[in-house]
């Protein structure tokens, strides 16, 4: 059978988006070819706005039938944390008869080379872009995102970080040519000339471990990667989580099956309720490359024990804002506001520890108490969310119980600066939405310390006083060394201590934003231009995306002979 | 103080080689910088002939001081493979002070960047080239091998293998640019702009075991790759094996110093007999990226218990060469014999099994039953080695007891076809020398199984009957997945055969060379264009030298800010 949208065709589509993937990547500049605004699909074969949310409702109480082989049940059991039960059922595979049907296809999917792969991979991009509505509304009720931020973060944000990975892909397998003649001088005897074939093989099958917050955003870079240097793919999304990646690798097995390829090439894993396969997967042999996004522990279970395979691991951090001083006390408070609020700070970029001299800061509006430093956001983060509608629009919902409770158990670690407000939801009545709390830390006070220099992922911050900057900056050494982070802000007018931050940052491998008051927030990276996570400290082994997150998802094999 | 040789000199100096190697790594052509014939040496400040044995005849019985902070005694007890003690004592290191002063230098030179990072390395190599008369001999007095041999191999090809790392390194590292600006449009509002900069940071100090036969081969690669990419190196070397490495750290700490940097980013461990520092060393905090080349035992080691360090290990493998039809039947025979012989199979590449149908192969000179091929084989062999002094030239010395022990099981193990031959060396009367043995044993025997599914280091061959080439083609199979492979040799006239070997090498991953007959040996590779190893079977975790050889070695911090 011929294939109906055959590599050919899909070089000439998606070259152009390779190309300018491969030139942004090298220049960081702004680009994106997935539009940010609800409004901008619609056309063009894309769903807009009410056919995406037709689309999702439809999904609702389903089976979503994949068609894979050595499905032996039905499974799935997610509640939107906006309320509503969601009621899909997805295959459940035996891992014996799903595994070796992922391997029938690989030798195809290896022959066709770098750049048909990448293609596919564009294409598949391409689907998932057209269908942004209705994975915004996946993305909603699986992780609690506001529905803007569903939308965005993932869709264009997550198919932008699947792009870049995809664009690193195919730059480091075609490093090396396909071929070569090599001919050595041999003084007055004839030369020694041999030809060289050179092929990228892939690992085998990569597993992606999905979490419950970004299941597309974390999800598609060690799922692109993988499938672009030649690997089979098998996607095991979180429990809570598993529509949005569901989603993608019908996507996904579509585009594979209509371009030529076997679509057991992607397949996914949905687990009964604490089955826990996860484990099993991450040490079958078959497995050879390992993406996950999720806690400490289970990242470090599977560096020690998945030793079959490349393990790309994003854990937990402690991300520091160091606040010494600032030429724009309004812009610094709004800005802070806004990233302390975003989702709730479910993000593992929300900043957790405020770090604020105890003798206070100097200002453009004058020198400022640690105190009224700490009143100031808290009334900032109050302003910000004052007004319900827009409060919901930003907060969206808290994922899951575990962090509602750690959000209660915060007030009591402290002086309250700021409490955790409820927030009615008119259109989710079953939705938890909180405000951030903000807890009054003393740096210098070991109980204090035991809170701040743990992760309390949700919205909790920590405004530790400091003894100084210069204490500061050595504390942010020691919570990046220790804990990790995957991001670090810094808010000084001075270049001198803008240097000693920086060089803690370049020394303990941390990304550093400085001075944000505007537009640009410390938990937002953009793809092709910031690196997310550094792959140097403990929260993370690797970073989106570079290339040592590509290079070792597949080897070069050389065939040689004589010319 | 001003640096002698400041980096914008060498700049100028090396900048031209740097680009060459760049273009090579990519169209893999032939090409070195670094000649191979000993008469190209001598002027242009390089030690010629006379002077390199003067030089090295010059260390023996020295004391090699470093100068290196934290020595706290002399040791060192190399004798030769070829009969005379060494006598050359090196610093001892307490590593409580050696690795503090290692880090201390380390900002500089991650500051430098990666151009004079690259220019530096480059310099060291060129004082290595220039004294590759004197290394040659410290090659050749520690691994054994014959003396054109540790010319070439331990001088010039380690030399390219050095230089291809630093390209590596480079390319990788200045794949992100040092600076962007990023501005994305807000429709009506003004863009969003920010400023970014990007620099490569090291991992920490990096440490290199060294190995007994190919001290500088096999170490330049690791050494290289990590000084490049800014990390402070240690060199610990195989205690029987120490000068070379020694030599090497020693230009290195001048050429460093001499540009202005801190001498101690590059430094020597030398370990008393029994000490055991390899093991010490590679589980310090400090120590986050280790290169290793050795026993499969010690290697599984440190991929298990070095977890604090990125590990790239070379153990052992069982190469494999599957006969299966040839229509130049005398140049498989000589271009296997000199295989088989060369630095008495004492490579981490040479064939030990060569897989031969039971009812024997076509060729051009007609049917060959599997005794005649094996036989002819002996004989090819023979006439090789048939002169005492060309025998010496090529075998060199059996670098250690151990090889010398299996050397003489082996001959236990089955039907003798070629029995090992004791050479005397009239130059060197306490050499242990001897020709290769070629064991006969039967593919389908369980005991014969045993022998040759193991290891055995050094000159000994096993000429295993196969029922068939299929038969071979799953034995070969098999063993690159059970046991890893450095290296594949195959010899078919069938392009259906040679279809099926290749795809069992891209499937296991093993670099694959086809019916070599002239002057270029399956465990030879030459830099910038042959990978050594794939890093995809289990004789390897790492190619010699690839883009993921480098990527990891260092991480990239971004420090962004509004524009």
Redesign the interface.
């Known amino acids: 059978m011929a294939a109906e949208l055959p590599a050919h065709s899909l070089i000439a589509k998606h070259r152009p988006t390779l190309d300018q993937a491969l030139e942004t ?6 680009w994106s070819p997935h539009p940010e605004h609800p409004k901008a699909y619609g056309e063009n074969g894309s769903l807009g706005m009410a056919e995406g949310k037709a689309a999702f409702d439809a999904l609702l109480g389903t089976r979503l039938d994949l068609g894979q082989p050595g499905t032996d049940d039905w499974v799935g059991d997610e509640t939107s944390p906006y309320g509503p039960t969601l009621g899909v059922t997805y295959p459940h595979a035996d891992i014996d008869t799903l595994l070796p049907a992922m391997k029938a296809g690989q ?1 195809a999917w ?1 022959d066709a080379g770098a750049e048909a792969r990448a293609v596919v991979c564009l294409e598949i991009l391409k689907r998932i872009s057209d269908r942004t509505h209705e994975f915004a509304h996946a993305v909603m009720h699986t992780s609690g995102q506001a529905f803007m931020m569903a939308f965005q973060a993932g869709g264009p944000h997550a198919q932008d970080r699947g792009l870049e990975a995809v664009a690193y892909a195919y ?2 397998q075609v ?3 396909d071929d ?7 003084g007055k005897r004839d030369p ?1 000339a ?1 030809t ?1 074939r ?2 990228p ?1 892939p ?1 085998g099958i990569a597993l992606v471990i999905g979490c419950n917050t970004f299941p597309t955003w974390n999800g598609y870079p060690g799922l692109f990667a993988s499938l672009a240097t030649g690997n089979a793919v098998l996607v095991k999304p979180h429990p809570r989580a598993v529509l949005p990646l569901a989603l993608t690798v019908r996507v996904a097995r579509e585009v594979l099956a209509g371009a030529g390829f076997d679509p057991n090439l992607v397949a996914l894993a949905v687990e009964r309720p604490g089955e826990g396969i996860a484990k099993i997967l991450a040490t079958r042999p078959e497995i050879r490359i390992i993406d996950y996004t999720g806690s400490t522990s289970f990242g470090d279970w599977l ?2 024990n998945a ?1 079959q395979a490349q393990v790309y691991t994003e854990k937990a951090g402690v991300n520091t804002v160091l606040v010494d001083s600032t030429d724009n006390y309004k812009g610094m408070l709004s800005n802070l506001a806004f990233s302390l609020s975003l989702y709730s700070g479910q993000m593992c970029t929300t900043p957790q520890n405020l770090l604020i001299p105890r003798d206070g800061i100097t200002t453009d509006e004058g020198p400022k108490s640690y105190d009224e430093v700490v009143a100031d956001l808290a009334k900032s983060v109050s302003g910000l969310l004052g007004d319900d509608a827009r409060a919901n629009a930003l907060l969206g919902a808290i994922v899951n119980p575990d962090v509602k409770a750690r959000l209660e158990a915060a007030a009591g670690l402290g002086e309250v600066a700021l409490a955790s407000r409820e927030i009615s939801n008119p259109e989710f009545p079953g939705a938890v939405v909180r405000t951030p709390v903000i807890v009054k830390l003393d740096g210098a006070k070991p109980d204090d310390e035991a809170a701040y220099m743990s992760e309390c992922f949700g919205p909790v911050s920590f405004a530790v006083a400091v003894d100084s900057t210069a204490d500061a900056v050595e504390l942010l050494r020691r919570t990046v060394r220790e804990k990790g982070a995957m991001t670090v802000g810094a808010y000084t007018t001075s270049g001198e201590v803008a240097d000693s931050i ?2 803690v ?3 303990e ?12 927030y410390v938990n937002q990276t ?1 793809a092709f ?3 997310h996570g ?3 400290n403990p929260a993370a082994n690797a ?1 989106l995306c ?3 997150f590509v ?2 998802r597949f ?8 010319a």
């Not at 990547?25 to 702004?30: D, H, P, V």
């Not at 070569?180 to 041999?186: F, G, V």
């Open positions: 990547i090298r220049t960081r500049a702004y030798r290896r730059a480091e490093h090396t040519p070569a003649e090599w001919t050595k001088p041999q020694l041999m060289k050179f092929k093989v690992r560096e020690a030793r920086e060089e940052c370049l020394e491998c941390a990304q550093l934003s400085l001075n944000l008051t505007g537009g640009v953009a231009s910031d690196f550094s792959g140097g970073a570079d290339g040592a290079a070792n080897r070069v094999v050389e065939v040689r002979r004589e």
